[in-house]
């Protein structure tokens, strides 16, 4: 059965959390109006992506409180939604994938294990993979910069799943490596990605969504540019399995290449 997904990008005002929650809400809406079954929105896109909000206070896992619009959305949109956002868990600063189910639960299952820049300076990385399965569809999980590391997406696709969830921000001038790093993860594991790009002004950055799509051949079948909104596409399973039958690099994907030598 095909799943019905969204990339869903827009700005984020940093520090903000009223202001982005209610943003995300909007964007839920919209999906479950276009019959969207799964959201994935940008990298800390709850908070704003700044060094001020990352240097704190940040929100804690155990009070999620401010989180009820986004709760009431995906359960009024019978629908998942998945972002990220840097919080303390157990006291430890995280930047951490959020998880909203349609029966109003809301978990964070992963923490970014790859760390970049100034995330470094605050933030511990995760210790662990994580995969979704939604309405039957396993999906691995990332965030940004897990996805510029092929060995990430290749674990979850080797652990069954056909697609692959990244919630990211880049900066302005990263275009060309935001489109082939996700691209590649599809093609290289005939995999479904869906790449979700904070865009416009947070703090003192200019972000470049290009939120996207891509298809088990690594192709966008929907993409956004710089404007607020939604990529939609269909994750067909079928099409997955017959790519990787006529494509076999997953299965043929040695784990151990023997010592290097030099002639």
């Known amino acids: 059965m095909n799943l019905r997904v969204a990339a869903g990008q827009g700005t984020s005002v940093s520090g903000d959390l009223t202001t982005n929650v209610a943003t995300a809400v909007r964007l839920v809406d919209r999906a479950a109006d276009a019959g969207v079954r799964l959201l994935v929105l940008p990298e800390a896109f709850l908070t704003g992506y700044d060094e001020q909000v990352f240097a704190g206070p940040l929100p804690d896992a155990e009070d999620v409180a401010w989180l009820a619009p986004l709760q009431e959305a995906a359960v009024r949109a019978n629908g998942t939604v998945v972002t990220c956002l840097p919080l303390l868990r157990a006291g430890v600063p995280r930047l951490a994938m959020l998880v909203a189910q349609p029966d109003g639960r809301v978990d964070f299952p992963y923490d970014k294990q790859h760390l970049d820049g100034v995330?470094?300076?605050?933030?511990?990385?995760?210790?662990?993979?994580?995969?979704?399965?939604?309405?039957?569809?396993?999906?691995?999980?990332?965030?940004?910069?897990?996805?510029?590391?092929?060995?990430?997406?290749?674990?979850?696709?080797?652990?069954?799943?056909?697609?692959?969830?990244?919630?990211?921000?880049?900066?302005?001038?990263?275009?060309?490596?935001?489109?082939?790093?996700?691209?590649?993860?599809?093609?290289?594991n005939g995999m479904y990605v869906v790449f979700a790009g904070l865009t416009g002004r947070c703090g003192p950055n200019r972000f470049i969504g290009g939120s996207a799509?891509?298809?088990?051949?690594?192709?966008?079948?929907?993409?956004?540019?710089?404007?607020?909104?939604?990529?939609?596409?269909?994750l067909d399973p079928e099409l997955v399995a017959a790519t990787r039958a006529r494509h076999t690099m997953l299965a043929d994907h040695r784990g151990d290449l023997g010592e290097r030598r030099y002639g």
């Not at 799943?161 to 093609?187: K, P």
């Open 119 to 188: 995330e470094k300076r605050y933030f511990t990385p995760g210790d662990h993979g994580t995969s979704l399965r939604i309405e039957g569809v396993e999906l691995g999980l990332s965030i940004c910069y897990d996805g510029c590391f092929p060995e990430h997406a290749r674990a979850a696709a080797a652990d069954g799943a056909i697609g692959y969830l990244n919630s990211a921000a880049y900066f302005a001038g990263g275009e060309h490596r935001r489109d082939v790093y996700y691209a590649a993860r599809a093609v290289e």
């Open 213 to 234: 799509v891509y298809d088990p051949e690594g192709r966008a079948v929907a993409r956004l540019g710089e404007e607020e909104g939604l990529a939609i596409a269909e």
